[in-house]
């Protein structure tokens, strides 16, 4: 079956969640995780959970593990870096069934048109955990928006058509 016959099969109204791995944001400065929600919400997609936790690799995987079972996917932002605090893609890899390479490659070129160099420094990552797509993008606003806009709404619906959900 060609792409364009799967994405007429796209499922909507996804059940999402949301995290924030950040030591200093609230939910009054999380601009990037409001961006993410509205976003969702804009496809029309219900984001069912929404949190901050710090930026630990225990403590983000245990939020992601925590409700993934009521959930169609997770987004996470924060912690991609290289940073000594950024842990997010140490939280997530090892949970991950199959990665998406295609989608931090995709994510660093055209992160690269907007930015140039510093897109290398991006862990951005995505994949399939206990049948539930997740995604980890950077922290910022910027980087939250081009991933959203460009890749994870115009294919999550395909992607949880693709997983059987």
């Given at each position: 079956?060609?792409v364009h016959?799967?994405?007429?099969l796209?499922?909507s ?5 949301v ?5 200093s944001?609230?939910?009054e ?5 409001r961006?993410?929600?509205?976003r ?17 690799a225990e403590?983000i ?22 940073a ?15 990665e ?7 994510f660093?070129a055209?992160s690269?048109?907007e ?19 997740i995604?980890?993008?950077p ?10 806009e ?5 294919e ?10």
């Amino acid at each position: 079956m060609a792409v364009h016959e799967h994405k007429r099969l796209s499922k909507s109204n996804l059940k999402v969640g949301v995290i924030t791995a950040s030591d200093s944001r609230t939910p009054e400065t999380d601009s990037s995780g409001r961006l993410i929600r509205e976003r969702l919400e804009t496809a029309g997609h219900t984001v069912m959970y929404y949190e901050i936790v710090p930026d630990v690799a225990e403590r983000i995987a245990a939020a992601v593990l925590g409700r993934l079972e009521e959930l169609d996917a997770v987004i996470v932002n924060g912690g991609t870096g290289i940073a000594a605090r950024d842990s997010t893609i140490e939280a997530l890899r090892p949970l991950l069934e199959k990665e998406i390479e295609g989608f931090g490659e995709i994510f660093r070129a055209l992160s690269y048109q907007e930015i140039g160099a510093a897109a290398m420094l991006s862990r951005a990552l995505a994949g399939v955990c206990k049948g539930r797509f997740i995604a980890a993008l950077p922290g910022s606003t910027a980087g939250c928006r081009l991933a959203m806009e460009k890749l994870i709404v115009p294919e999550l619906g395909h992607i949880a058509y693709l997983l059987g959900q």
